[in-house]
């Protein structure tokens, strides 16, 4: 894994989690759906069980049958214990024989998501059990190549936003009706050109295009089929993943012809609880994350929002970690301090299940001095033409 924008772990974090612990090695089994192993391996194998173990300052893989020439390319440890062509070992005997091949009968430590037959057996086989969040805590600081990775997906999210703007400032006002290229335009229409742009980027749409259109953008996760009607708010929340496993996110909110005096008031008090939260995140590191929160909630309380209430309102986090996972820490409801290297979301919004919604997000990185945002894409109620600047 040399290249300058792979990404990287570096498993210091795990030598101290064992001196925390006072175990003498760590554990890991799961598939390619966990994240926190996907982190720790690098490795994007097939949904079959494999493992990870980390003892003495080795880095260990163990991957399924056939794959051990994939995981020598992406495994950023110290070895893979392959198997060939043999037929598919479970993955713990495998971690089982090394420990005792390196006679470990301390501890060991685990994270709270291994696979629940993994623990029972460890423990069967005279293992005590040490539980530990050292992933977790390690995945929310990101390196300089872990950043890189997220400002490339998140580069992809704009085009792919670019292009739904292309198709709404082209969409036609008939009546009470949108249409584009002569037919009813329709979230599900315009989910598919933002994901065929995203896919043209290198970025996978992953399930996570959320497109609402008037009342459907106060369901926060929409991903159905809504006529989008004149006027009405158009709220495009993009979330692909690279290649490399990581995330971008972002969301801006538009309309088709003259905006609903409502979308507008409400684009305008959302416009202003993002200034005021981007206000507090220039303080740098140090800064109170729930502080962030509050600082967007005072704004939209001010204008007469509700807060926290599920109904309507402005009721959710105005942000979270992203990395490897779309949701991870640090939250910025959280009552801790915020370091450098997290890398949040800031994304307040107001909903009315009658009348719409509006969330504008950016994707920041907290620095010792303020914040950078990876996003560099306009703010506005109105959609650019294709060619536009």
């Given at each position: 894994?040399?290249?300058?924008?792979?990404p990287?772990?570096?498993?210091g974090?795990?030598?101290?989690?064992l001196?925390?612990?006072?175990?003498?090695?760590?554990?890991?089994?799961?598939?390619?759906?966990?994240?926190g192993?996907?982190?720790?391996?690098?490795?994007?194998?097939?949904?079959?069980?494999y493992?990870?173990?980390?003892?003495?300052?080795?880095?260990?893989?163990?991957?399924?049958s056939?794959?051990?020439?994939?995981a020598?390319?992406e495994f950023?440890g110290?070895?893979?214990?392959?198997?060939?062509?043999?037929?598919?070992?479970?993955?713990?005997?495998?971690?089982l024989?090394?420990?005792?091949?390196?006679?470990v009968?301390?501890?060991?430590?685990?994270p709270?998501?291994?696979?629940?037959?993994?623990?029972?057996r460890?423990?069967?086989a005279?293992?005590?059990?040490?539980t530990?969040s050292?992933?977790?805590n390690?995945?929310e600081?990101?390196?300089?190549?872990?950043?890189r990775?997220l400002?490339?997906?998140?580069?992809?999210?704009?085009?792919?936003?670019?292009?739904?703007?292309?198709?709404l400032?082209?969409?036609?006002?008939?009546?009470?009706v949108?249409?584009?290229?002569?037919?009813?335009?329709?979230?599900?229409?315009?989910?598919?050109?933002?994901?065929?742009?995203?896919?043209?980027?290198?970025?996978?749409?992953?399930?996570?295009?959320?497109?609402?259109?008037?009342?459907?953008?106060?369901?926060?996760?929409?991903?159905?089929?809504?006529?989008i009607?004149?006027?009405e708010?158009?709220?495009?929340?993009?979330s692909?993943?690279?290649?490399h496993g990581?995330?971008?996110?972002?969301?801006?909110?538009?309309?088709?012809g003259s905006?609903?005096?409502?979308?507008?008031?409400?684009?305008?008090?959302?416009?202003?609880?993002?200034?005021?939260?981007?206000?507090?995140?220039?303080?740098?590191?140090g800064?109170?994350?729930?502080?962030?929160h509050?600082?967007?909630?005072?704004?939209?309380?001010?204008a007469?929002?509700?807060?926290?209430?599920?109904s309507?309102?402005?009721?959710?986090?105005?942000?979270?970690?992203?990395?490897?996972s779309l949701?991870e820490?640090?939250?910025?409801?959280?009552?801790r301090?915020?370091?450098?290297g997290?890398?949040?979301?800031v994304?307040?919004g107001?909903?009315?299940p009658?009348?719409?919604?509006?969330?504008?997000?950016?994707?920041?990185?907290?620095t010792?001095?303020?914040?950078?945002?990876?996003?560099?894409?306009?703010?506005?109620?109105t959609?650019?033409?294709?060619d536009s600047?």
């Open positions: 894994m040399d290249h300058p924008d792979d990287e772990t570096e498993y974090f795990l030598a101290e989690a001196a925390d612990t006072d175990a003498d090695a760590f554990v890991h089994v799961a598939d390619r759906f966990d994240d192993l996907r982190y720790l391996t690098r490795f994007s194998g097939p949904d079959r069980p493992a990870f173990a980390y003892h003495d300052g080795d880095a260990l893989l163990f991957p399924p056939l794959f051990d020439e994939q020598e390319r950023p110290t070895t893979v214990v392959g198997y060939g062509d043999r037929s598919e070992p479970d993955p713990v005997d495998a971690v024989a090394i420990l005792a091949d390196r006679d009968d301390g501890p060991v430590a685990v709270s998501a291994i696979r629940h037959d993994a623990y029972a460890l423990s069967k005279g293992y005590e059990i040490e530990t050292a992933v977790e390690a995945r600081r990101k390196t300089d190549r872990e950043r990775c400002e490339s997906v998140e580069r992809a999210a704009q085009h792919g936003l670019e292009r739904a703007e292309a198709v400032s082209e969409a036609t006002v008939d009546g009470d949108t249409r584009w290229n002569g037919d009813v335009l329709t979230t599900e229409r315009l989910r598919r050109e933002i994901n065929a742009e995203l896919s043209r980027q290198g970025v996978d749409p992953s399930g996570y295009s959320v497109i609402g259109a008037g009342p459907t953008c106060a369901d926060l996760h929409f991903t159905g089929t809504d006529e009607r004149p006027g708010s158009v709220l495009i929340d993009l692909p993943r690279g290649p990581y995330y971008g996110d972002i969301t801006r909110t538009f309309t088709v905006p609903d005096p409502w979308v507008e008031t409400v684009y305008d008090a959302v416009l202003e609880a993002r200034n005021a939260a981007m206000s507090v995140l220039e303080e740098g590191a800064v109170r994350a729930v502080s962030v509050e600082a967007a909630s005072d704004v939209l309380s001010d007469g929002y509700g807060v926290g209430d599920v309507s309102g402005f009721y959710h986090g105005v942000g979270h970690g992203i990395g490897v949701h820490g640090p939250g910025l409801t959280d009552d301090e915020l370091r450098p997290h890398v949040v979301t994304e307040p107001v909903y009315d009658d009348r719409g919604g509006v969330r504008l997000e950016d994707l920041v990185v907290v010792r001095d303020g914040f950078e945002n990876l996003v560099d894409y306009p703010l506005s109620l959609p650019r033409a294709a600047s």
